[in-house]
């Protein structure tokens, strides 16, 4: 018998002023399968947040009937003690029922003085890793560092998941970034084997002229190679979500929603056909 395909999920940055009520209903309505919590009522997410708030977001998520499929955070294990924000949505993560809080590696030296400054920088994340893995233990949440950043590079993010400590956190493959850095899907399932979470896709084409050199585009548009993505994840025996992240909130001129999120989800069901024949796509 066939494996049961990835589900598919979309991130609540293709909403950024809309109540996640209504976000949930759209998507449900379009066939998503779950939902990618970075913005809830156009806002990011704060740990913080007050027991009568938390508790609104998780009727409101109950009654919009899509699980969660990870809970996305602005934490970078580089910078200076995210371990108490770390913790704080772990525990928002279990009470949501997320079962991954995503998190960034952050900013790395650069390798001079034979790389220690950059050595020591990628153990102390290990280390927060780490120290945080008892309470990810205990709620049952994952932790998943995005391929961004510093670490937009699987090679860099595989660094840091080898390293003593570090066996508690797992990958976030965004499909645009490693290719940003030259890698292969082929390099990145590699790279990252047996240790994604989660597979965040989006496509894009260079233009030099804006900044960061890229334009988002619909999904086949674009030069990403997601197709290959998503092939070498199911040969791979990945059965975690695949999410949509179309980050309206960070790029206003791209597509709305109600054109963006149907395209994907019609372009990912035919990739995964094809994926799980063996055809080219």
Known sequence: MPARPPRIAFSTLAFPAAPLADALSLGRSWGYSGVELRLIDGELIDPSMDAAARTRVRRTLASGGLPVAALDSSIRLTDDD?????????????????????????????????????????????????????????????????????????????????????????AVWDSHHPHRMGETPAEVAGNLAGRVLLAQVKDARRAPGRPGGWQLVLLGEGEVPVPQMLALL???????????????????????PEIALPQHLRVLHRWLETAGTGEDA
């Not at 780490?130 to 391929?147: C, D, F, K, N």
């Open 82 to 170: 995210p371990l108490p924000r770390l913790r704080g949505f772990l525990a928002l993560a279990s009470e949501w029922e997320a079962p991954l809080v995503r998190v960034f590696g952050g900013e790395l030296p650069d390798a001079r003085d034979g790389g220690a400054a950059r050595q020591a920088r990628l153990a102390a994340a290990a280390r927060v890793l780490a120290a945080a893995s008892p309470a990810a233990e205990r709620l049952g949440v994952a932790i998943g560092v995005e391929t961004h950043d510093a670490f937009s590079a699987s090679s860099v993010l595989a660094e840091l998941l080898a390293m003593p400590g570090a066996a508690a956190g797992g």
């Open 234 to 256: 199911l040969a791979g025996g990945y059965h975690g979500w695949i999410s949509v992240e179309w980050e309206k909130r960070w790029h206003p001129e791209i597509e709305e």
